[in-house]
């Protein structure tokens, strides 16, 4: 069993920055990727950024390309978001997830790949 509680959220002015944090506990040698997805009102959940832990291979959705930097720490046990130049359109619930399935996937940002979620924390960018 993997736990994790996301922390960092908060309200901020457009052109603003936020860093959410993800505190993973539990069995979290199992990790292979973290990741870090949102879902604003009315709208599908969204892959942002994920880290293939092994080797802090990073992979970001278009959207956030050059804005948002995920990161971790050595131990498996935290994973980071750095949002730069935030704008109205990433206003959403930000989730943290954990894959403990042992397999390369090419594309890392499906949710349904993912079975192990925080229960989120909110961010707001007003214009």
């Known amino acids: 069993q993997v736990q994790l509680v996301e922390s960092g959220g908060g309200s901020v002015q457009a052109g603003g920055s936020l860093r959410l944090s993800c505190a993973a506990s539990?069995?979290?040698?199992?990790?292979?990727?973290m990741g870090w997805f949102r879902q604003a009102p009315g709208k599908e959940r969204e892959g942002v950024a994920s880290?293939?832990?092994?080797?802090?291979?990073?992979s970001y959705a278009d959207s956030v390309k050059g804005r948002f930097i995920a990161s971790q720490d050595n131990s498996r046990n935290a994973l980071y978001l750095e949002m730069n130049s935030l704008k109205p359109e990433d206003t959403a619930m930000y989730y943290c997830?954990?894959?403990?399935?042992?397999?390369?996937?090419?594309?890392?940002?499906?949710?349904?790949?993912?079975?192990?979620w925080g229960r989120g924390t909110q961010v707001t960018v007003s214009s």
């Open positions: 997830a954990a894959r403990t399935a042992n397999r390369w996937v090419e594309y890392p940002l499906y949710s349904s790949l993912y079975n192990y």
């Open positions: 539990g069995y979290t040698d199992s990790i292979y990727y």
């Open positions: 880290v293939y832990v092994d080797g802090g291979i990073t």
